[in-house]
T-cell receptor, first 114, second 115 residues
């Protein structure tokens, strides 16, 4: 079973601060997804990274896939209260296009206060 | 757009009771999934259906059964509920099974408490 560890587990910051969330594994993934989940709702996909070293930006959010495709990070610049939620990484692999299943990380709960 | 619809949203059961969680998607997706979410453990796959007519066990299938009724509907049954099954259950669907970058669409979740 592939394991994905996220750190930190909890993060409480003030509006305007920057933060980074990490997603680490000893396994190689063919692709890695990041989801955000708000209270009382299901997770919603933010981004998928596929190539080792790939960087994707979504407004104030920057996602990076590690060169070896074993880890990923999510950096938020100038956090806003609307960024509050549970952030989940999910890895697929190691082979794409097979009956591999997504492995979800343990989650990082972010709270952004005014 | 309804997307993925789960019912019920909340349920309280006594140990030993049975119940079925219903899930329907209107996106014409081929694959459907049932996950459970527990604090500090992320989402764990219970069962999945890669396509209509097929179902397979996921990471934590014990105590559960599923039925892929048709392409739209995928139900999860607890035959004899146990307190360890207290959790939030999510149904999800995707256009493809596996495959590079396939996106999961989730329902709003069903919160189940077993006393």
């Amino acid at each position: 079973t592939q394991l994905l560890e996220q750190s930190p587990q909890f993060l409480s910051i003030q509006e305007g601060e920057n933060l980074t969330v990490y997603c680490n594994s000893s396994s190689v993934f063919s692709s890695l997804q990041w989801y955000r989940q708000e209270p009382g709702e299901g997770p919603v996909l933010l981004v998928t990274v596929v190539t080792g070293g790939e960087v994707k930006k979504l407004k104030r959010l920057t996602f990076q896939f590690g060169d070896a495709r074993k880890d990923s990070s999510l950096h938020i610049t100038a956090a806003q209260p609307g960024d509050t939620g549970l952030y989940l990484c999910a890895g697929e692999g190691p082979l794409a296009g097979t009956a591999s299943k997504l492995t979800f990380g343990t989650g990082t709960r972010l709270q952004v206060t005014l | 757009n309804a997307g993925v619809t789960q019912t019920p949203k909340f349920q309280v059961l006594k140990t030993g009771q049975s119940m079925t969680l219903q899930c329907a998607q209107d996106m014409n997706h081929n694959s459907m999934y049932w996950y459970r979410q527990d604090p500090g453990m992320g989402l764990r796959l219970i069962y999945y259906s890669a396509s209509e007519g097929t179902t397979d066990k996921g990471e934590v299938p014990n105590g559960y059964n599923v039925s892929r009724l048709n392409k739209r509907e995928f139900s999860l049954r607890l035959e004899s509920a146990a307190p360890s099954q207290t959790s939030v259950y999510f149904c999800a669907s995707s256009e493809l099974w596996g495959g590079l970058g396939g996106e999961l669409f989730f329902g709003e979740g069903s919160r189940l408490t077993v006393l």
